[in-house]
């Protein structure tokens, strides 16, 4: 038996997606404080619904403070206002809405995708291109796989393909689970936004979680699995 040992993965980043903004000049007088926190390398923007030119002007609001700090600026959805907002990509629900928003945002703009019920949406959005997976969010009417299967599926994803897995969290011992099951990314909302003593305070506390979750992941020898 070999005693080469693979190359450490890379800790794992914290991707935040925000509430809906309603007062986009209040929130990113907000914002740099709350990213300053921790190692957010991404925000996700969830827009009011309204004309395009209303939520470009929302995006373009928040841009300084998002992509100042070095984090990329990605809306839920509306991938046809990405450029113009000059948002860093989007997050698409579906591999047909992937699929559709694919030749508007590619070769300069993120394209991540959630939405992915099974193995194979799951290996149909890597296919398209998409540059991540998300699994565990919830869906239109609030529900959610458990966290056993979120972590499946993240396992199974991070052994196999090359595109980076992103696992949304809802506690600091999924953010932790998810980690070690090798997602590249925790996706957190309300974890942050309902702490009682704020999100700066409580993505420290996430940071925190998933930097010790990665230092106790065991290095794996070199044709192991």
Not at 6 to 24: C, G, S
Not at 59 to 70: D, F, S, Y
Not at 152 to 161: D, G, I, K, Y
Request: charged share 20%.
């Amino acid at each position: 038996m070999s005693g080469k040992t693979t190359p450490a993965r890379p800790e794992p980043r914290l991707y935040l997606a925000t509430p809906v903004v309603t007062d986009a000049a209040a929130f990113a007088a907000s914002l740099p404080a709350i990213l300053g926190s921790a190692d957010v390398a991404a925000v996700l923007v969830r827009l009011q619904d309204s004309d395009p030119r209303s939520m470009i002007t929302t995006v373009k609001t928040l841009a300084p403070a998002i992509q100042g700090t070095g984090a990329a600026l990605l809306i839920d959805g509306h991938p046809d206002i990405v450029a113009r907002a000059g948002a860093d990509g989007a997050h698409l629900t579906g591999v047909s809405v992937l699929e559709d928003a694919m030749p508007g945002l590619k070769p300069n703009r993120i394209a991540g995708c959630g939405g992915l019920s099974t193995r194979h949406d799951s290996m149909r959005a890597g296919e398209l291109g998409a540059d991540y997976v998300l699994f565990g969010e919830r869906d239109a009417l609030g529900r959610r796989p458990s966290p056993d299967a979120v972590n499946e599926r993240l396992a199974w994803w991070a052994e196999l393909f090359e595109p980076p897995c992103v696992g949304y969290a809802i506690s600091l011992k999924e953010a932790a689970d998810f980690v070690a099951a090798g997602a590249d990314f925790v996706l957190v909302d309300d974890l942050a936004w309902n702490d009682a003593r704020g999100p700066a305070a409580a993505l420290a506390d996430i940071g925190a979680t998933i930097r010790h979750a990665h230092a106790a992941a065991p290095v794996i020898a070199a044709g192991q699995s």
